[in-house]
């Protein structure tokens, strides 16, 4: 009797350390070399690469303008939140049989999708090298998977991407939508900085038809006389409005204002409120009709 429960004991550990190998094991994805495809589109508003993983989802690498690359991770039927996956670049399984990850980086999950913007470099000189792309994913319920890009003709979109990247425009509209251009005391002189927002400006109206506006409003801080703040409130916004006409943009489309001190965003009763009233902000309009079928597509320029 003594012996058969030790059996059964023994049996029952044995069936426990089988069970938890098993969970151990990750759920491999990876798309047939036959079947592999990687999708390059692009214009001056974003670069992107898509490789689509049977079964799971879909990776993509994306340069919008003004940001670093986005490795993301779009799942067909997971969804997590506030968790974290490791994504790496590893070397084809014909490279190298131990697999080191030769790059890592860390993808947030937000919902079904997976994102990072950290060390993403990496990622894009993968696929110039014939090196593969693999995240591993561990769900809420411990369920454990392996995705796996499948490196066949990479280099071509890789290629692509690169001569994308070169064309993409400086700013996003999100950012020369609304510019506030700061001005030192009793100064209309543009400087650096300026140069670079309003070249932004002119390169995010040449590529956009759908920008019918350009709204310049300047403005002074209290400091002195009131009629000559208004006088260098109007200098500011017409050196601003001069700078763009003479960068390409069409003077019909520019509209100027000048308010002296009479619309402060802070106290000029200090020094800090003082640098933040001496401005001028200039403002992009895009035409109802263009922004509204926008917002039907759930894309913004």
């Not at 058969?4 to 044995?14: A, E, G, K, P, T």
């Not at 969970?23 to 994805?29: E, F, G, L």
């Not at 993301?72 to 997971?78: G, R, V």
């Not at 003077?251 to 001028?280: C, D, F, W, Y």
Request: glycine fraction near 4%; proline fraction near 4%.
């Amino acid at each position: 009797m003594k012996l058969s429960v030790y059996i059964l004991i023994c049996l029952f550990f044995i069936c426990i350390n089988i069970t938890n190998s098993a969970q151990a094991t990750p759920v491999k994805y990876q798309t047939p070399f036959e079947k592999a495809q990687w999708q390059f589109s692009g214009d001056e508003f974003g670069c992107e690469i898509t490789h689509r993983v049977e079964s799971f989802g879909t990776l993509q690498l994306n340069a919008n303008p003004g940001e670093p690359l986005a490795l993301s991770l779009e799942a067909d039927w997971l969804n997590l939140n506030n968790t974290q996956s490791q994504a790496s670049v590893v070397s084809a399984a014909w490279q190298d049989t131990s697999r080191q990850p030769i790059a890592t980086t860390s993808l947030n999950w937000f919902g079904s999708q997976a994102i990072s913007q950290q060390n993403t470099a990496p990622f894009l000189e993968a696929l110039e090298q014939g090196h593969t792309w693999q995240v591993a994913v561990t769900s809420t319920d411990n369920s454990q998977y392996l995705i796996n890009a499948s490196p066949v003709s990479t280099r071509a979109v890789a290629n692509q991407f690169r001569l994308c990247r070169q064309h993409l425009l400086p700013k996003p509209f999100t950012y020369v939508r609304r510019l506030e251009l700061m001005f030192a005391p009793n100064s209309s002189l543009i400087s650096a900085t300026h140069e670079q927002d309003l070249q932004a400006v002119y390169r995010y109206i040449q590529a956009d038809p759908s920008i019918v506006e350009v709204l310049i409003d300047g403005h002074a801080d209290a400091s002195g006389d009131h009629l000559a703040n208004l006088v260098l409130s109007k200098e500011r916004a017409d050196e601003v409005l001069s700078r763009l006409i003479e960068l390409g943009v069409s003077p019909k489309m520019i509209q100027t204002r000048h308010h002296g001190t009479r619309a402060p965003v802070a106290s000029n009763n200090n020094t800090e409120g003082r640098e933040l009233n001496r401005r001028v902000t200039l403002r992009l309009v895009k035409s109802a009709s263009q922004s509204s079928t926008a917002s039907a597509l759930g894309a913004s320029k």
